[in-house]
């Protein structure tokens, strides 16, 4: 049988007058459809889990409420608490789905707890290539040093040098910037080496 935190009653009453019954009604839910989910209190907020597992959670804003079912392929894609809806903005208990809708979503979210099942991974980001300037190309051409400095580079850090030559809009700022990179370069330094430890 699932268990009560009396901490979420403590959250329930603090709670803006228009939550408390939205958030008795969730937790009221939670409980019936999830008859062996138990409460815990994380990230300032009510949360249920169901075999040591993260269930789903509740919180309440200013303005709304917000409810969600925490297994990543039920998550649309959404980690922030504020924006944990599976219900979107909830302002009243009207704005809640019809009980046979919540029950279908907690079996969905019961079984892929039961059957281990794991999101598949993300599609990986396809990188687009960096574009040298020719200034730059120019200039890295004279100086070996930061030649083989700016080939070493991790993709992010030659991206770094590039977007802050490109992004000057004058000649002579840009030419500037690719003074300063070439000393630096032929340092060995990244272009923010002055913030890494």
């Given at each position: 049988m699932g268990t009560r935190d009396p901490r979420v009653d403590a959250y329930i009453e603090a709670s803006n007058p228009f939550a408390r019954p939205i958030l008795k009604r969730l937790r009221a839910l939670a409980h019936k459809h999830c008859p062996d989910c138990e409460e815990t209190i994380k990230w300032s907020s009510p949360h249920f889990s169901y075999k040591g597992k993260m269930y789903c959670g509740m919180s309440?804003?200013?303005?709304?409420?917000?409810?969600?079912?925490?297994?990543?392929?039920?998550?649309?894609?959404?980690?922030?608490?504020?924006?944990?809806?599976?219900?979107?903005?909830?302002?009243?208990v009207g704005d809640l789905p019809p009980e046979a809708e919540f029950a279908k979503m907690a079996r969905e979210a019961m079984k892929l707890t039961d059957g281990n099942v794991k999101a598949p991974p993300k599609p990986k980001k396809v990188r687009e290539p960096i574009v040298v300037p020719a200034s730059l190309k120019a200039a890295l051409a004279k100086n070996k040093k930061a030649n083989a400095t700016f080939d070493a580079f991790s993709y992010s850090h030659q991206k770094e040098y590039v977007e802050w030559i490109t992004e000057a809009k004058r000649d002579e700022t840009r030419d500037a910037r690719v003074k300063q990179a070439i000393e630096w370069m032929a340092e060995g330094k990244a272009r923010h080496w002055k913030y890494m430890a």
């Open positions: 309440a804003f200013k303005e709304h409420c917000a409810f969600g079912f925490w297994h990543p392929m039920m998550r649309r894609d959404d980690n922030s608490l504020e924006g944990m809806g599976s219900f979107g903005k909830i302002k009243s």
